[in-house]
């Protein structure tokens, strides 16, 4: 019998030890899975994981895709307000550095709700002068809502060469008419109030300074006034002649020495500013100062 086959192997007690260490790997085998199962099993996890990235990856480059091809499609009046908008955006920092730039020139501005005030103060020969304004509307396309530029300035043919493509030239040229205009202006007023005595009546000009005429003498206590003067300025932008014409009323106008000073007017009228050539005149009485027309 089997129960005495296992007593004459060792007894009940081997028996015993025998069944429960064929319990316990049992046991075992059941709390731990085999290696080759658990490894296929993390195998597993990492093939789904993979797929799930590649999956995440292709949903990404189909929605970059997309708003390229978004971007690329966009309408063109979206594009086209979007360029001006920043136009516009680079117009105004522009202006605002170039106001900063050249405060020390006579420019000066502040900014308004539409756009920028920009003030031209004008000097001439350490005088300061008249100022102006212009207020600029800071849009595409640039524009000026109103200013304090005199008529017969042409505001509009600067505007019209340089306002779009180059603020900064536009304002330099404009300082420049201004500033010829105020020192010309300048020049006139000065001969017409501390002068007056040299001259017979009062001084001829135009609106613009730019063409004068006048008879003057050059002996204070003369009662006759022999000289005719005629100045003009083709440019705009200087406050010297271009053109003087001087003339000898006289009646030995045909002398070699009336010729002669006449001559030298007209040279003080080129290089010299009115007020200075009759300052020479006042200081020197009959004798020309002839030091000036060096």
């Given at each position: 019998?089997?129960?005495?086959?296992?007593?004459?192997?060792?007894?009940?007690?081997?028996?015993?030890?025998?069944?429960?260490?064929?319990?316990?790997?049992?046991?075992?085998?059941?709390?731990?899975?085999p290696r080759e199962t658990a490894e296929s099993d993390l195998g597993t996890k990492i093939r789904k994981l993979r797929c799930l990235r590649d999956k995440l990856r292709a949903e990404?480059?189909q929605r970059q895709a997309r708003i390229k091809a978004s971007t690329a499609n966009a309408e063109p009046d979206q594009t086209l307000e979007i360029s001006e908008q920043e136009a516009?955006?680079?117009?105004?920092?522009?202006?605002?550095?170039?106001?900063?730039?050249?405060?020390?020139?006579?420019?000066?501005?502040?900014?308004?709700?539409?756009?920028?005030?920009?003030?031209?103060?004008?000097?001439?020969?350490?005088?300061?002068?008249?100022?102006?304004?212009?207020?600029?509307?800071?849009?595409?396309?640039?524009?000026?809502?109103?200013?304090?530029?005199?008529?017969?300035?042409?505001?509009?043919?600067?505007?019209?060469?340089?306002?779009?493509?180059?603020?900064?030239?536009?304002?330099?040229?404009?300082?420049?008419?201004?500033?010829?205009?105020?020192?010309?202006?300048?020049?006139?007023?000065?001969?017409?109030?501390?002068?007056?005595?040299?001259?017979?009546?009062?001084?001829?000009?135009?609106?613009?300074?730019?063409?004068?005429?006048?008879?003057?003498?050059?002996?204070?206590?003369?009662r006759s006034f022999p000289f005719c003067a005629r100045l003009l300025y083709k440019d705009l932008t200087t406050t010297l002649p271009t053109d003087v014409t001087i003339t000898y009323?006289?009646?030995?106008?045909?002398?070699?020495?009336?010729?002669?000073?006449?001559?030298?007017?007209?040279?003080?009228?080129?290089?010299?500013?009115?007020?200075?050539?009759?300052?020479?005149?006042?200081?020197?009485?009959?004798?020309?100062?002839?030091?000036?027309?060096?």
């Amino acid at each position: 019998m089997e129960w005495a086959n296992d007593k004459s192997k060792g007894g009940v007690l081997a028996h015993l030890e025998r069944l429960e260490t064929q319990m316990s790997r049992s046991c075992k085998n059941l709390e731990d899975p085999p290696r080759e199962t658990a490894e296929s099993d993390l195998g597993t996890k990492i093939r789904k994981l993979r797929c799930l990235r590649d999956k995440l990856r292709a949903e990404v480059k189909q929605r970059q895709a997309r708003i390229k091809a978004s971007t690329a499609n966009a309408e063109p009046d979206q594009t086209l307000e979007i360029s001006e908008q920043e136009a516009v955006g680079g117009k105004e920092e522009n202006m605002k550095a170039i106001l900063q730039a050249y405060r020390f020139t006579g420019l000066s501005g502040k900014r308004t709700s539409r756009g920028v005030c920009v003030c031209i103060s004008t000097a001439f020969e350490g005088n300061l002068l008249d100022s102006y304004f212009v207020d600029l509307v800071i849009q595409k396309p640039l524009r000026i809502h109103h200013h304090s530029v005199p008529v017969f300035i042409p505001l509009e043919e600067i505007s019209a060469k340089y306002l779009q493509t180059n603020i900064q030239h536009f304002l330099f040229c404009l300082c420049e008419y201004l500033n010829a205009y105020a020192g010309r202006k300048y020049q006139a007023d000065q001969l017409q109030r501390d002068f007056a005595a040299f001259l017979a009546g009062p001084l001829q000009r135009n609106s613009l300074c730019n063409l004068l005429s006048f008879t003057y003498k050059v002996e204070p206590q003369s009662r006759s006034f022999p000289f005719c003067a005629r100045l003009l300025y083709k440019d705009l932008t200087t406050t010297l002649p271009t053109d003087v014409t001087i003339t000898y009323q006289g009646t030995d106008a045909s002398s070699t020495s009336w010729e002669e000073q006449r001559a030298s007017h007209e040279n003080l009228f080129f290089t010299k500013p009115l007020h200075q050539v009759f300052t020479s005149f006042a200081r020197n009485g009959e004798r020309l100062d002839m030091s000036l027309v060096s």
